[in-house]
T-cell receptor
């Protein structure tokens, strides 16, 4: 099945710890994105990558880091510098600019 | 200039009625306007999308109306069903990255 796989579905983290969220796609898409969703708010862009080994900051990149070493993988690290990391994180990919973006099922991160 | 404003925040419609959600944008460089549907705990799924060279696009019960001069676009859901109850997001893009509206929670009452 083609699609985007995010793991884990639920993640708990202690304050002060870094944690990495996985995102893998087998759609052969060039572009990949990370969004954060908070209750009652839209999706806010954290980071995006249009090509392997290149990525750009989105609107709320502070406290997050990414890598794009392979076309199919775009992991997101939530660092201890992120002040309010509890949220629903969504990964997406698209073939190219201004084309349909497919989303994964999300990872719900809770800081305990 | 990068914002997309969506209204209403929530909407209650009777079964069989028409649901209408509106969005407005400022950046005239946007060239792709999708609508996404999201159920609780799931990722958003593309519902329908339009480009600014057409004023309307219809797919089944879902229609996008696009007004380029007013920089507005809207989603109409005809014959709304309880299964349509979800959160709907409009978005806009010109560089690949999507700028999302705040979302509309739709409840369709039986």
């Amino acid at each position: 099945d083609g699609g985007i796989t995010q793991s884990p579905k639920y993640l708990f983290r202690k304050e002060g710890q870094n944690v990495t969220l996985s995102c893998e796609q087998n759609l052969n898409h060039d572009a990949m994105y990370w969004y954060r969703q908070d209750p009652g708010q839209g999706l806010r862009l954290i980071y995006y990558s249009q090509i392997v080994n290149d990525f750009q900051k989105g609107d709320i990149a502070e406290g997050y880091s990414v890598s794009r070493e392979k076309k199919e993988s775009f992991p997101l690290t939530v660092t201890s510098a992120q002040k309010n990391p509890t949220a629903f994180y969504l990964c997406a990919s698209s073939r190219s600019r201004s084309t349909e973006a497919f989303f994964g099922q999300g990872t719900r991160l809770t800081v305990v | 200039q990068q914002q997309v404003k969506q209204s209403p925040q929530s909407l209650i419609v009777q079964k069989g009625g028409i649901s209408i959600i509106n969005c407005a944008y400022e950046n005239t460089a946007f060239d792709y306007f999708p609508w996404y549907q999201q159920f609780p705990g799931k990722g958003p799924a593309l519902l329908i999308a339009i480009r600014p060279d057409v004023s309307e696009k219809k797919e089944g019960r879902f229609t996008i109306s696009f007004n380029k001069s007013a920089k507005q676009f809207s989603l109409h859901i005809m014959d709304s069903q309880p299964g349509d109850s979800a959160t709907y997001f409009c978005a806009a893009s010109n560089t690949g990255k999507l700028i999302f509206g705040q979302g509309t929670t739709l409840q369709v009452k039986p």
